[in-house]
């Protein structure tokens, strides 16, 4: 599953659920804020939302993504890692470094 530029909904975490357990849940990181949306920034998932969201789907593998190909717009894949570390321990996350390739 590659969600593309999205923000969670009820309504999205039904749809998807429809298709679990996801084997790969590529996810948008990169957040929403007053600032951004002040630049006219729409935004997407915070990292405890996307978290959250894999969990919720029952994803295999989580990969955060769009949180840093934007200047201004980027957010600390880490703080990912840790939300993931300490709600949903276990559960398997890769963050990918700028230009790494990773067959699946």
């Known amino acids: 599953y590659h969600s593309g530029d999205t923000v969670l909904t009820q309504q ?7 298709y679990s357990p996801i084997d790969i849940a590529c996810i948008p990181i990169n957040g929403i804020d007053e600032e ?12 405890r939302n996307a978290a959250y969201f894999s969990n919720q789907i029952q994803a295999e593998l989580t990969i955060p ?32 470094q700028l230009g790494e390739r990773m067959l699946i």
């Open 36 to 47: 951004r949306r002040q630049r006219g920034i729409i935004g997407n998932m915070d990292c």
């Open 65 to 96: 993504l769009h949180y840093d190909m934007v200047q201004k717009n980027g957010e600390n894949p880490l703080i990912f890692a840790s939300y993931m570390q300490e709600m949903y321990p276990g559960a398997k996350y890769h963050i990918l």
């Open 12 to 18: 999205l975490m039904k749809d998807v659920r429809a």
